[in-house]
């Protein structure tokens, strides 16, 4: 069974950066298209960024240009760069693997 496991999360001032780390165990990790999503209070959840399984990307309009999704095959790992950060990317970030396995997320507050 999937298990996945987010790091890398805290506060940070706007304009600062953080990278957040995805590792995934009990999976064919090449395999699965991973995605990180983000919810905070009052919203709805949004999908952040995309990564498939041949590499190809995709990113949520509000965070181009400024967060990088990677992936490491060999080390089963998903990153997620990000830059420039706002307070509205203030939330609980999540990643996933294919359509049904999700790790616990980790908290971004972005603040001054």
């Known amino acids: 069974q999937g298990h996945l496991e987010e790091s890398g999360g805290g506060s940070v001032q706007p304009g600062g950066s953080l990278t957040l780390s995805c590792a995934v165990s009990?999976?064919?990790?090449?395999?699965?298209?991973m995605r990180w999503h983000r919810q905070s209070p009052g919203r709805q959840r949004q999908e952040v960024a995309l990564?498939?399984?041949?590499?190809?990307?995709s990113y949520l309009y509000d965070v181009k240009g400024r967060f990088t999704i990677s992936r490491d095959n060999d080390k089963n790992t998903v990153s997620l760069q990000m830059n420039s950060l706002k307070v509205e990317d203030t939330a609980v970030y999540y990643c996933?693997?294919?359509?049904?396995?999700w790790g616990q997320g980790t908290q971004v507050t972005v603040s001054s």
């Open positions: 990564i498939r399984h041949d590499g190809r990307t």
């Open positions: 009990g999976l064919q990790f090449r395999l699965y298209d």
């Open positions: 996933q693997a294919g359509a049904t396995f």
